[in-house]
């Protein structure tokens, strides 16, 4: 049955919380193999709305197995806070539904202190991140800096290994950022005792899983944030620190391209951006204002509260991501909320200059130049958030779908009308298939 790598298409918020929760029903094993606490996936179960930020969605399935695999950057801090909540509203949190990888590097403390300084040091040049230790985390990681998961779950080793490490980060906030050091006592009493709270959950994600994919279980690969924040692929510099694209399940997780059977990119019918960079088909500030206050939810960071900026759906953009991720199907989310548009715009191409374009620019910079060309479709003004046939849109919301599909280039599998589980729309007999 192989394995299903989900990708946000977009600039994040996508809905990827909502669609791999619905596929998890089906799946045996889900893995959250990049990014850290930055993501915020939206659940409504019921009557009841969850948020998590580590954790993957399937962890509300009784009998999932839960992987958060070595590419994720982990704040243990905030993990544990995670795993507490959950268990306060009953939902089970042990060992035996979640294993954290021994090879994940921690977000610590100092992290998240240089992030917010450095992200104010930059001024007009800052790129708006959420200032929870990602980027920093990721910097160690790659500069061979970064204390582990099995470091944390030794104590003598963390307390070794922190020293000059710490020695290091003092130099920089002190003489960077003339700010004062972080206590070496302090942080061992901080994060020794997260150590022997997370052990049980520490091991290798690698066996497991390609093993899992060998004997034909059905393995769902969570992504965060968005193909458009890829730190190489996306619209750089306004990006995430990580790989957000297909490929990132991959050397995220520990398995080979080839255990891969199908690439679910998740898009929104319309856009949404939060922080800085380029945005060629932002609407108008009523227009998006109303997008944003339409539905039950809004459009509002599930992390950090921020308003998202909304814009019409980009085809081009999407084009990018598909070639990029090597997309397969489509899952589109948020539908019911162009019922309250009085007219519905589709960007199918940019002008740059004399030249016509039909794939979005490499270069943020150009990007930030193109003049998208729209097509203009009429909304259907009916409320679709009851619908789960698709006999039962109106024909508005089917012509939509349908010429989505051939602008991109790919089969919508599923389609969101609401929040809920069952606001969802399954146009494939088994979403494994």
């Avoid at 470091?151 to 950022?177: G, W």
């Avoid at 090597?326 to 989310?333: I, Y």
């Amino acid at each position: 049955m192989g394995a299903i790598v989900t990708v946000g298409c977009q600039w994040g918020d996508e809905g990827k919380g909502k669609i791999i929760d619905v596929i998890a029903q089906e799946a045996d094993c889900i893995v959250r193999h990049q990014g850290g606490n930055n993501a915020g996936h939206s659940l409504r179960i019921g009557d009841q709305d969850y948020v998590l930020h580590l954790i993957p969605s399937g962890i509300l399935y009784p009998g999932r197995r839960c992987i958060i695999g070595a590419g994720v950057v982990l704040d243990p801090l905030v993990l544990w806070e995670e795993i507490t909540h959950l268990r306060s509203r009953g939902v089970a949190v042990s060992p035996e539904n979640l294993m954290i990888s021994g090879n994940a590097s921690l977000i610590l403390s100092y992290h998240r202190l240089l992030d917010g300084l450095d992200e104010e040091a930059r001024g007009a040049a800052r790129v708006g991140t959420t200032r929870r230790g990602i980027g920093p985390a990721y910097m160690d990681k790659v500069g061979r800096l970064s204390l582990r998961v099995f470091d944390l779950i030794d104590a003598d080793r963390f307390r070794e290994r922190l020293r000059p490490v710490l020695q290091h980060k003092n130099r920089v906030l002190s003489q960077v950022y003339g700010h004062a050091p972080v206590n070496y006592d302090e942080m061992l009493a901080t994060y020794l005792p997260m150590g022997e709270k997370l052990a049980p959950f520490v091991g290798d994600e690698v066996p497991e899983l390609n093993a899992a994919i060998d004997a034909g279980k059905r393995v769902l690969f969570e992504g965060a944030q968005g193909a458009l924040l890829d730190v190489t692929y996306g619209t750089y510099p306004y990006v995430t620190s990580s790989s957000t694209g297909a490929g990132g399940a991959c050397t995220g997780a520990g398995v080979g391209p080839t255990k891969v059977e199908k690439v679910l990119g998740i898009a929104k019918a319309y856009t949404t951006r939060v922080g800085e960079g380029p945005f060629p088909t932002e609407a108008d500030p009523a227009t998006a204002d109303l997008i944003r206050n339409a539905g039950p939810i809004g459009e509002f960071g599930a992390t950090t509260g921020r308003p998202r900026r909304c814009g019409w759906f980009d085809v081009p953009l999407i084009r990018r991501s598909v070639m990029a991720s090597g997309v397969t199907h489509l899952a589109l989310t948020r539908l019911d909320i162009l019922s309250e548009v009085s007219i519905i715009k589709v960007c199918v191409g940019y002008r740059l200059g004399r030249h016509r374009l039909e794939v979005a620019p490499a270069d943020a910079a150009l990007l930030s130049q193109v003049e998208p060309e729209y097509e203009e479709i009429p909304t259907w003004g009916v409320d679709l958030s009851g619908i789960t046939n698709e006999a039962d849109l109106p024909s508005g919301a089917r012509e939509y779908l349908r010429r989505l599909e051939d602008w991109v280039g790919r089969p919508i599998q599923m389609v969101s009308v609401g929040p809920g589980r069952r606001q969802t729309i399954i146009r494939a007999e088994s979403l494994f298939s």
